[in-house]
């Protein structure tokens, strides 16, 4: 979703400025966040199928402003951002992770405490994270 090499300009010359870039990123996460909200009313008002049907339709507006967008959406302080957010993420990650299957397994060997299928889900869910970036961690290094 990164990309690189937005220029500014004075607005006047035809070049893109950074409000061309910022307005077509609000419409890029504006679509999203629109569909995201009408797909919860719609839940909330029992039709699950115009919900999921509206969640889709913002998801093609994301992907129509990020394909066609006349401007470059994201820049190297922008990636910067993401990649150290991504850590952020990967360490509470695996901290919850580590910390949470030992202390369930300890606490049911204990007789203690049996974990909820909610908690072992969420666990594994940390474990199917890793697993994924294990296997994009890989592609990318080897596609560099």
Avoid: C, K, Q
């Avoid at 839940?43 to 115009?50: D, T, W």
């Avoid at 509206?54 to 820049?75: E, H, M, R």
């Avoid at 969420?122 to 294990?134: D, E, H, K, P, T």
């Amino acid at each position: 979703m990164t990309e690189t090499g937005v220029s500014s300009g004075d607005g006047g010359t035809g070049t893109p400025t950074v409000a061309t870039r910022r307005r077509y990123r609000r419409l890029l996460f504006g679509s999203v966040g629109v569909g995201v909200i009408a797909n919860l009313a719609l839940r909330f008002l029992s039709y699950p199928v115009a919900a999921e049907a509206a969640y889709w339709v913002g998801i093609v507006g994301f992907l129509a402003v990020w394909t066609f967008s006349p401007v470059t959406l994201f820049d190297e302080r922008d990636a910067e951002l993401e990649r150290r957010a991504s850590t952020i993420t990967l360490v509470v990650a695996a901290v919850v992770l580590v910390l949470g299957a030992s202390g369930t397994r300890t606490l049911s060997a204990l007789g203690v405490y049996d974990a909820s299928s909610f908690v072992s889900g969420v666990l594994y869910g940390y474990v199917g994270l890793f697993v994924v970036f294990a296997v994009a961690y890989g592609w990318v290094s080897r596609n560099r």
